[in-house]
């Protein structure tokens, strides 16, 4: 048996997504982001990753992580910057300063929602970006990381 450690997998999560399971769940679904930490921390146990997650209504607090994660040579960092996707130029620069590949996720997609939704900093930024199913998203994302 390996004495090997893990390797790690941020995952971030903006504002309001603390509030997953009974914030819009015709919209964002019933799962709260305990639901979804338990199980990406399922999934990655499986893969030989571990799941750092992490969840702030703070911009810089995003920015700090992103920072952290290319300090702790992080695996990748699967992103839900919430709100921060469409308004923050820190958190695009944060992504486009690290060497760490980043994937943008949303529950919903937010090509189908309000204009304001279509254009993602982070997407811009980003590796890739996986959206509009819901939970699954992330799981998605960390399939993607784990073949980095």
Known sequence: MSDAVPA??????GPNLNLLGTREPEIY???????IAGNLEDRARELGL???MRQSNHEGHLVDWLHEAQAHDARAVILNAGAFTHTSIAV???IKSIRTPVIEV?????HRREDFR???FVGQA???TIAG????SYMLALEAAARF
């Open 133 to 136: 199913f819901g939970a699954l």
């Open 92 to 94: 695009h620069d944060a």
């Open 106 to 110: 949303h529950l919903s997609n937010p």
């Open 8 to 13: 790690t997998v941020y995952v971030l999560n």
């Open 50 to 52: 571990s799941i750092d």
């Open 29 to 35: 679904g019933h799962d709260t982001l305990d639901d």
């Open 118 to 120: 279509h254009v993602s």
């Open 126 to 128: 980003a590796k890739g």
